[in-house]
């Protein structure tokens, strides 16, 4: 799926018992969750019939809970269903009934309202080159002037440039 930003988001299926719709709003209680199980067991393998039905919520189910509280653009009757449409009568004449009154879901851009009970994946990172090497820049910028720079060697002076003192007296000469 695309969204308006042109990211590319990728979404699996939601195998958990309280679909994601935290973009439409919030619960201000949690709902019945079901007992622990292993991580390797469904949450649901352990129920019998009636308990799973009693856990499970499907989007509309858990959209009508008296403890979901929604927020945002949520049409509800049927003229706020068609001023929410991508009609745009300056631009599209004539549009057969059904185009009036398509939603930005339908036309497959994201918005905040989940049209089925998945669960968006994280975007891969791209590593480029396929390794983490991460190549930097100096930190600092050392003069060229400065003595550690010169080649190596048994004449090489390390103190200032230009100067240094005999071995014997300690007296100043220059090169």
């Not at 988001?9 to 719709?21: F, G, L, S, V």
Request: hydrophobic share 30%; proline share 9%; net charge positive.
């Amino acid at each position: 799926m695309r969204c308006k930003n042109n990211a590319s988001i990728k979404r699996e299926r939601n195998d958990d018992h309280i679909p994601n719709i935290d973009g439409e709003g919030c619960y201000m209680k949690e709902l019945p969750a079901p007992p622990e199980t292993h991580p390797s067991i469904r949450w649901s393998a352990c129920l019998s019939p009636n308990e799973r039905v009693f856990y499970h919520q499907t989007l509309s189910s858990a959209r009508r809970a008296a403890r979901f509280v929604t927020m945002g653009p949520i049409p509800r009757d049927s003229l706020d269903i068609n001023l929410a449409s991508q009609y745009n009568h300056a631009d599209e004449l004539f549009k057969g009934k059904n185009d009036v009154v398509l939603q930005e879901e339908t036309v497959g851009q994201c918005t905040f309202r989940r049209l089925r009970n998945t669960r968006d994946l994280s975007p891969e990172k791209i590593i480029p080159l396929k390794h983490p090497l991460q190549i930097g820049g100096l930190q600092e910028k050392a003069s060229p002037n400065t003595v550690k720079l010169m080649n190596t060697g048994p004449h090489t002076p390390l103190t200032n440039p230009g100067y240094s003192r005999q071995s014997g007296d300690g007296n100043f000469f220059n090169y």
